[in-house]
């Protein structure tokens, strides 16, 4: 059996036994992410040597002619290969979607520091922390030394030793991989969410659509653009080899048959052999270690990264993301990509997905990248002789075939995208139907309204703690509709973090809990007339409401963000933006202590007072026209669940951090004294940090069903 039938029987044994053990196949991920990383072990001690050996092993007139000449034709490649990837979001249908909060919208991201990044002052420490650019850099500038020194025969004799053992090495990694692509197939199909299938589709469509493109028009088109050699006959002498490339999707193997199908095409078109040897064969291995286009082409997950988990990645962050990306790609795309998914800030999981969709596309890619190499070794071989046909007309006229040719390919792709949908969105059922993480106080109820009278007192002057106590109820009240501290779900329960906190302080204090609606206007005069003992709904302590009632220290802080439509995003998360924007309309709520923060911090923007309460209906329909509503980013995540047309910005680099505390009537400090040890208690039993991670953060938001597999579905065993 030959490899790459190894290869196609792991992955289907793979995806088999995915499918018949669903979850169960989750352990495996330990054998695939053991298998990563030995590909990732001998790649930079690799390309350190090659690189050094390669350029070393050059004269200073070959190679500066080599590299100038056919660089500049590299840099034409590499245009047209970005090109396609910067396009190619352009295809992606809009989605709906929405996240709960995360601690890295609060965030600064960590400035890139460029000097670092591109020019090593440790390269031991650039090859020890994976700094591919730096890496690159240093090999670069060593082999160019190294090409005047004399003697270096040796030496360069000893780094090709050492290139072929790290090469022999990561060969006896790749015979592994039969089993690595089996235990990646088995634990994606096992495990992945059958919902994001569809997103998934697009990036493996799209891709493979941009590749055939580049490989079938755009390269060959170039080489009958620049020499006489027509485009139908560089397909028609290189299809075998293309073939192969395909089905093998192993470039290296394939290169000596392309060097030899060069020559004969330049023989073909007249062009005499130089005395000191045929072009391509210098020119292929020369820049084999360069990104090719199946390289350039995988720059492409990032931007379907930032699509697929809603990350704000603009027009603007193109030109970092391609300098850092060409300089990475130098190296395997294994450690590119991670690399690469950081500096965009973009969630690193999503790279599991890059190498389950990698089995097909490093197909598409290396037809991609076989058509470079063909590319670089005829217009290179022309370039070299000074024969290149720069012609204006045939220039222009390539030019518009090339564009009128990207545009139906994108136009077809959306079409198509459109057409078949992108998955369900589901996160405002999800936001609606989530239930309380642990279970209810006994004896919990919820008024309908609040109580005209407050609850009787063991005597006069009796504190609230001791009241609870001897009538064995507290009664707790809630502001409807705060999510997600207390609102109603979707089966009519009340529930939320606060709600859950409620029935936590009645378990400790041995009493049943007695939920009563609160109008949010109304709290110090319903506190103050003992009609409730604590509010506990999600309650901002600020300086007026501390003057009128007591607090409890604050148990959360919220970070002050603007809920904006998804396409103004990039524009709210930058204080400075906002604040040089004329005109602009915020919704802000009526709390004095928020409207002076927004009127300090932002003093052009015109602010619209707008109760708590009405937030939703602004959102859901309708109004006065805003331009963004200021409200918490932890409280506004939640409501883009509801309404993924919006999104949360939070305006860098300001942090406004807005503190949550209990209110009691101000005449009973005990009650105080006590919430704020309850409090302390439930952050150090992790109460607080449970239920934050469930109810801001999300985490298992969602009742996980199992996955449907053959042993439990259709087998019936369930252990």
């Given at each position: 059996m030959t490899f790459s039938r190894k290869i196609l029987v792991g992955l289907v044994l793979g995806v088999a036994t995915g499918l018949f053990l669903g979850d169960r196949a989750a352990p495996l991920h330990f054998l695939a992410d053991a298998f990563v990383r030995l590909l990732q072990m001998t790649v930079l001690p690799y390309v350190t040597v090659s690189m050094i050996a390669g350029i070393g092993n050059l004269d200073a007139g070959t190679a500066r002619r080599l590299f100038l000449r056919v660089g500049a034709l590299t840099l034409v490649l590499w245009a047209l290969a970005l090109g396609a990837v910067f396009l190619m979001p352009l295809a992606f249908p809009a989605i709906e979607a929405a996240s709960f909060f995360s601690t890295t919208m609060v965030e600064d991201p960590p400035p890139v520091d460029f000097l670092t990044l591109y020019i090593p002052s440790n390269p031991f420490h650039s090859l020890a922390n994976s700094v591919v650019p730096a890496v690159v850099l240093f090999s670069t500038v060593l082999g160019i030394a190294l090409m005047g020194v004399s003697g270096k025969e040796r030496l360069v004799e000893w780094l090709q030793v050492v290139e072929r053992a790290l090469a022999r090495a990561n060969r006896l990694v790749v015979r592994l991989t039969p089993l690595g692509l089996f235990a990646i197939a088995a634990h994606t199909s096992g495990t992945l969410d059958l919902q994001q299938v569809a997103r998934l589709r697009v990036y493996l469509v799209a891709y493979g659509a941009m590749a055939l493109l580049l490989s079938l028009w755009v390269f060959p088109a170039l080489v009958a653009c620049l020499t006489p050699i027509p485009a139908r006959r560089v397909l028609q002498a290189t299809q075998d080899v293309l073939i192969t490339a395909f089905m093998t999707a192993d470039l290296f193997i394939v290169l000596p048959t392309l060097v030899e199908r060069s020559k004969l095409l330049l023989a073909e078109a007249g062009l005499p052999e130089a005395e000191e040897g045929s072009p391509p064969e210098?020119?292929?291995?020369?820049?084999?270690n360069f990104p090719h286009a199946a390289?350039?082409?995988?720059?492409?997950?990032?931007?379907?990264?930032?699509?697929y988990s809603q990350t704000t990645l603009t027009a603007a962050d193109y030109p970092s993301l391609a300098g850092a990306g060409i300089l990475s790609l130098f190296g395997s795309i294994n450690v590119s990509i991670p690399f690469l998914l950081d500096l965009a800030r973009v969630p690193a999981d999503t790279f599991q997905l890059f190498l389950a969709t990698g089995v097909l596309n490093s197909r598409f890619g290396t037809l991609a990248a076989a058509m470079h190499m063909v590319v670089l070794a005829l217009a290179g071989t022309y370039a070299l002789s000074g024969q290149l046909r720069l012609s204006g007309p045939r220039l222009l006229r390539y030019a518009?075939?090339?564009?009128?040719?990207?545009?139906l390919t994108l136009g077809g792709l959306a079409v198509s995208f459109r057409a078949l949908g992108a998955g369900t969105y589901e996160g405002a059922r999800l936001a609606q139907e989530m239930g309380l993480l642990r279970p209810a106080s006994e004896g919990a109820t919820v008024l309908g309204e609040l109580p005209a009278d407050p609850?009787?007192?063991?005597?006069?002057?009796a504190s609230i703690l001791e009241a609870v106590r001897a009538r064995g109820r507290i009664r707790v009240g809630f502001i409807p509709g705060q999510r997600p501290y207390c609102h109603v779900n979707a089966?009519?329960?009340?529930?939320?973090?606060?709600?859950?906190?409620?029935?936590?302080?009645a378990q400790e204090l041995g009493v049943a809990v007695e939920f009563a609606p609160v109008p949010r206007d109304r709290i110090v005069e319903v506190l103050e007339a003992g009609r409730v003992d604590v509010v506990m709904a999600g309650v901002l302590l600020t300086t007026q409401r501390a003057s009128r009632v007591e607090f409890s220290p604050p148990y959360l802080d919220e970070t002050l963000a603007f809920v904006v439509l998804d396409r103004r995003r990039a524009q709210f998360s930058d204080a400075a933006t906002v604040r040089s924007t004329p005109g602009l309309r915020v919704g802000v709520p009526d709390l004095p202590y928020v409207r002076q923060i927004v009127e300090r911090e932002f003093p052009n923007v015109t602010i619209v007072p707008l109760a708590l309460e009405n937030t939703e209906s602004v959102l859901a329909g309708p109004g006065a026209h805003?331009?963004?509503?200021c409200l918490t980013a932890e409280r506004g995540s939640f409501f883009t669940l509801l309404y993924p047309a919006f999104s949360v910005a939070v305006p860098h680099p300001l942090e406004v951090r807005l503190p949550l505390a209990y209110p009691v009537a101000s005449r009973d400090l005990e009650?105080?004294?006590f919430m704020g040890l309850w409090i302390e208690?439930?952050?150090?039993?992790?109460t607080i940090s449970a239920l934050y991670d469930h109810w801001i953060l999300g985490k298992d938001a969602k009742a996980r069903s199992p996955r449907w597999s053959v042993l439990r579905d259709v087998l019936g065993w369930k252990p």
């Amino acid at each position: 059996m030959t490899f790459s039938r190894k290869i196609l029987v792991g992955l289907v044994l793979g995806v088999a036994t995915g499918l018949f053990l669903g979850d169960r196949a989750a352990p495996l991920h330990f054998l695939a992410d053991a298998f990563v990383r030995l590909l990732q072990m001998t790649v930079l001690p690799y390309v350190t040597v090659s690189m050094i050996a390669g350029i070393g092993n050059l004269d200073a007139g070959t190679a500066r002619r080599l590299f100038l000449r056919v660089g500049a034709l590299t840099l034409v490649l590499w245009a047209l290969a970005l090109g396609a990837v910067f396009l190619m979001p352009l295809a992606f249908p809009a989605i709906e979607a929405a996240s709960f909060f995360s601690t890295t919208m609060v965030e600064d991201p960590p400035p890139v520091d460029f000097l670092t990044l591109y020019i090593p002052s440790n390269p031991f420490h650039s090859l020890a922390n994976s700094v591919v650019p730096a890496v690159v850099l240093f090999s670069t500038v060593l082999g160019i030394a190294l090409m005047g020194v004399s003697g270096k025969e040796r030496l360069v004799e000893w780094l090709q030793v050492v290139e072929r053992a790290l090469a022999r090495a990561n060969r006896l990694v790749v015979r592994l991989t039969p089993l690595g692509l089996f235990a990646i197939a088995a634990h994606t199909s096992g495990t992945l969410d059958l919902q994001q299938v569809a997103r998934l589709r697009v990036y493996l469509v799209a891709y493979g659509a941009m590749a055939l493109l580049l490989s079938l028009w755009v390269f060959p088109a170039l080489v009958a653009c620049l020499t006489p050699i027509p485009a139908r006959r560089v397909l028609q002498a290189t299809q075998d080899v293309l073939i192969t490339a395909f089905m093998t999707a192993d470039l290296f193997i394939v290169l000596p048959t392309l060097v030899e199908r060069s020559k004969l095409l330049l023989a073909e078109a007249g062009l005499p052999e130089a005395e000191e040897g045929s072009p391509p064969e210098v020119i292929v291995p020369a820049f084999y270690n360069f990104p090719h286009a199946a390289k350039m082409l995988s720059l492409s997950f990032v931007l379907f990264a930032a699509w697929y988990s809603q990350t704000t990645l603009t027009a603007a962050d193109y030109p970092s993301l391609a300098g850092a990306g060409i300089l990475s790609l130098f190296g395997s795309i294994n450690v590119s990509i991670p690399f690469l998914l950081d500096l965009a800030r973009v969630p690193a999981d999503t790279f599991q997905l890059f190498l389950a969709t990698g089995v097909l596309n490093s197909r598409f890619g290396t037809l991609a990248a076989a058509m470079h190499m063909v590319v670089l070794a005829l217009a290179g071989t022309y370039a070299l002789s000074g024969q290149l046909r720069l012609s204006g007309p045939r220039l222009l006229r390539y030019a518009l075939v090339t564009g009128a040719a990207t545009a139906l390919t994108l136009g077809g792709l959306a079409v198509s995208f459109r057409a078949l949908g992108a998955g369900t969105y589901e996160g405002a059922r999800l936001a609606q139907e989530m239930g309380l993480l642990r279970p209810a106080s006994e004896g919990a109820t919820v008024l309908g309204e609040l109580p005209a009278d407050p609850p009787p007192k063991p005597r006069e002057g009796a504190s609230i703690l001791e009241a609870v106590r001897a009538r064995g109820r507290i009664r707790v009240g809630f502001i409807p509709g705060q999510r997600p501290y207390c609102h109603v779900n979707a089966r009519g329960e009340l529930v939320g973090f606060d709600v859950e906190m409620a029935h936590a302080l009645a378990q400790e204090l041995g009493v049943a809990v007695e939920f009563a609606p609160v109008p949010r206007d109304r709290i110090v005069e319903v506190l103050e007339a003992g009609r409730v003992d604590v509010v506990m709904a999600g309650v901002l302590l600020t300086t007026q409401r501390a003057s009128r009632v007591e607090f409890s220290p604050p148990y959360l802080d919220e970070t002050l963000a603007f809920v904006v439509l998804d396409r103004r995003r990039a524009q709210f998360s930058d204080a400075a933006t906002v604040r040089s924007t004329p005109g602009l309309r915020v919704g802000v709520p009526d709390l004095p202590y928020v409207r002076q923060i927004v009127e300090r911090e932002f003093p052009n923007v015109t602010i619209v007072p707008l109760a708590l309460e009405n937030t939703e209906s602004v959102l859901a329909g309708p109004g006065a026209h805003l331009d963004a509503v200021c409200l918490t980013a932890e409280r506004g995540s939640f409501f883009t669940l509801l309404y993924p047309a919006f999104s949360v910005a939070v305006p860098h680099p300001l942090e406004v951090r807005l503190p949550l505390a209990y209110p009691v009537a101000s005449r009973d400090l005990e009650m105080a004294r006590f919430m704020g040890l309850w409090i302390e208690l439930k952050r150090r039993d992790g109460t607080i940090s449970a239920l934050y991670d469930h109810w801001i953060l999300g985490k298992d938001a969602k009742a996980r069903s199992p996955r449907w597999s053959v042993l439990r579905d259709v087998l019936g065993w369930k252990p």
